[in-house]
């Protein structure tokens, strides 16, 4: 017998996922969500091409509490996972209405009702083996809308008897709000209610214009306790290594080194290299990184009058998000509905599900009216969850041969997972605020068998002897931190492919070939080598412009990604092309994979060349595009991006998060190309590289 697809199986009634309409229409209700990655056409092929109809019957529903639970949205895994399932359940559909009109031909809008799929899938349903639009670039479903301006985000939503509702957030981490003055309630706006729990204060009322300058009437005028509770950032190290830690282990195999000085950390592996081996010790950092969404994040919710909830919101978990809010509120998770609508994506943990809590809290009120809540953007870049700085350290040794004999890699981070009921806690911002405050435990990180945090990616993808690859996550989050786009593999993988080029360096060898001689994998060689061809690799650059490699097979069990950075680094820092080749296996939408790959190529240089979060001790500074900078359209590089493989027999593997690291990489290694020295702390601003070839003089 054989095993259904385990998101099937955790939700085996099909009729969680699809629905027959008498007029031949088939509603779709997968569990994951359209952020703008062109998910929703993605799995509309496979379960047109399963179900044997045109795309045009299948209409794509959004992800609910009342459809199947697929979890979060995250990962680059909802076409490994959603999509198997589906197609599995779409095989189910199809098979009983066979069954009911004795044949393959037939029409599911005359079975329509005759048909019952309230009932489990079978795992041994045969699979169609032809395919009509799995592998094509079909047009995006959600597009339309887009394009001409419809309405269809969040922030659209106008319900009967809507009202609006405002937060005032804290001036700061820990502050403690002491008083809203009478004067104040006097002066609001008819219309407009105050509403306090503790420290958590906002306003609701049917004028939105009216309730914005109500709640920034109420921020000029609380009073609140404060004091310091953030680290230093200009020693963003030495707070990461502070501890305390937990040690996550992922190999360790440099036991089979040369006796010597017994040692277990990074310089016990270089300690008993062979004689004449040569060493390399080098560190890498990133800072916090803000998602840095383009619409701040926004939620809906009514409270009604039995106590039942109702909320919208851009989360990424619907399903984790409805157990966070009935879990926070002391609410069976039956009384929670969630339903997604869409929002400017963020690929990460934004403060999406935050902002559908604080409607919630608005709505609870004003019970039976429907409350939208906006966040500003001076509270979304600096209150929404950040990616986790991170550091890594990289002890290796070379060979007299010239190859890699020993690799030892410690890496320092704050978790990378803070999502509604992490933890076993909702996770939800304003719930620390309210008069019977939560208290939450410090971001953890996903488990192996989920692709790691912090550890994402530390180990290398070559076949490399000795290693030890060790990570530290600190157990306390003064900066609250999540899910950021590839987790911890864009400072992994950006450390760990720039000490590649410089072990190259070192053995004066070219760092394509390098690479390859320690790369059995044959499909992580053919990555690299469309890449370099492609990009025109070993030709004589023009001068101040450098060329620059990154790899990576993301989590080591999903995309093969290559990038050939060309960088010029004159007056500037610029990079002026990238050239990707990726291998995700079975490829459903061509244009859909391009699309990724090229977003978070073009979000990854934005990350290595310009972000980074300011703070100082009490409060986050970076909270306006001016202090928050990003990669401007003039900035935005040439993207070229090869398919490689697509193999039927391979399975179909994410690419959102396959580019971050080794874009990041090959844009450090190109620019050490141009420079002629390395900058090893991201940003790679022009006042970095300045510093260091001052300090290399």
């Not at 394509?512 to 690799?537: I, K, M, Q």
């Not at 090869?642 to 090959?666: F, H, I, N, R």
């Amino acid at each position: 017998m054989t095993d259904l697809p385990k998101n099937l199986a955790a939700n085996p009634i099909l009729a969680r996922w699809i629905a027959v309409r008498a007029d031949g229409t088939i509603d779709v209700r997968a569990g994951k969500v359209e952020l703008g990655q062109g998910i929703l056409t993605a799995l509309a092929q496979i379960a047109s091409d399963e179900l044997g109809v045109d795309l045009a019957v299948i209409r794509m529903l959004p992800a609910a509490t009342t459809g199947p639970d697929e979890g979060v949205t995250a990962g680059s895994l909802s076409i490994m996972d959603s999509g198997a399932a589906l197609r599995v359940a779409a095989a189910n559909v199809r098979a009983r209405f066979a069954e009911a009109a004795g044949g393959d031909d037939f029409s599911y809008a005359e079975l329509a009702t005759l048909v019952d799929l309230e009932v489990r899938a079978d795992p041994d349903v045969p699979l169609r083996s032809d395919f009509t639009l799995v592998g094509r670039s079909v047009d995006r479903l959600d597009l339309p809308d887009k394009v001409f301006g419809r309405p269809r985000y969040i922030q659209d939503m106008r319900l009967p008897g809507q009202l609006f509702g405002r937060v005032v957030r804290p001036p700061s981490r820990g502050a403690r709000l002491i008083e809203v003055s009478g004067e104040v309630r006097a002066e609001l706006a008819g219309g407009v209610t105050l509403v306090r729990d503790g420290s958590f204060v906002g306003v609701v009322g049917v004028d939105e214009a009216a309730v914005g300058r109500a709640a920034e009437l109420v921020r000029r005028n609380a009073r609140w306790a404060e004091h310091d509770s953030l680290p230093d950032e200009d020693e963003l190290d030495k707070f990461l290594r502070s501890g305390p830690h937990e040690t996550i282990t992922v190999v360790d195999d440099s036991a089979a080194a040369p006796t010597g000085r017994t040692a277990g950390a990074a310089d016990g592996i270089a300690s008993r290299a062979p004689a004449g081996d040569r060493v390399l010790r080098a560190t890498y950092s990133r800072p916090f990184l803000a998602h840095a969404s383009m619409a701040p994040s926004c939620g809906v919710a009514v409270w009604h009058p039995d106590g039942r909830v109702d909320v919208w919101s851009h989360s990424q978990g619907v399903h984790p998000l409805g157990r966070a809010i009935a879990g926070a509120l002391g609410l069976e998770s039956s009384a929670v509905r969630v339903e997604h609508v869409e929002s400017a994506g963020c690929y990460g943990h934004n403060a999406a599900d935050d902002a559908a809590y604080d409607a919630v809290l608005l709505a609870r009120a004003v019970p039976g009216r429907p409350v939208q809540v906006l966040w500003s953007r001076q509270d979304e870049l600096s209150w929404a969850p950040f990616g986790s700085a991170m550091t890594a350290d990289v002890v290796a040794t070379l060979s007299a041969e010239g190859a890699i004999s020993s690799w030892s890699y410690d890496v320092f981070s704050q978790g990378h997972m803070a999502r509604p009921g992490y933890a076993g806690v909702p996770g939800l911002l304003s719930a620390t605020f309210l008069e019977d405050a939560a208290e939450y435990p410090a971001a953890v990180d996903p488990p192996a068998a989920n692709g790691y945090g912090s550890m994402r990616n530390a180990l290398p993808g070559y076949d490399l002897p000795r290693r030890r690859v060790v990570g530290h996550r600190l157990l306390r989050s003064p900066i609250r931190s999540s899910s950021m786009r590839a987790l911890g593999a864009f400072l992994n993988v950006f450390a760990i492919e720039s000490a590649m080029d410089e072990l190259a360096e070192v053995a004066g060898r070219d760092p394509l070939e390098f690479r390859l001689s320690h790369l059995g994998d044959p499909r992580g060689r053919r990555v690299l080598a469309a890449a370099a061809e492609e990009a025109g690799w070993g030709r004589p650059p023009a001068e101040g412009i450098g060329l620059g490699l990154g790899y990576a097979k993301y989590k080591g069990t999903g995309a093969y990604c290559a990038v050939v950075a060309e960088v010029e680094a004159e007056t500037d820092v610029r990079v002026r092309r990238l050239t990707v080749a990726v291998d995700v296996g079975r490829v459903v939408n061509p244009d859909g994979v391009r699309n990724q790959i090229e977003g978070g190529a073009v979000q990854s240089a934005s990350w290595t060349l310009t972000e980074r979060v300011r703070f100082d001790r009490r409060r986050v500074t970076s909270d306006t595009w001016e202090t928050y900078p990003i990669l401007r359209f003039s900035q935005v590089p040439r993207v070229d991006v090869t398919l490689v493989g697509g193999d039927a027999a391979e399975k179909s593997v994410g690419a959102g998060e396959a580019a971050q690291g080794p874009t990041a990489a090959a844009i450090g290694n190109a620019l050490a190309a141009a420079v002629g020295v390395r900058v090893r702390d991201l940003p790679l601003t022009r006042e970095a590289v300045v510093a260091a070839i001052e300090n290399a003089s």
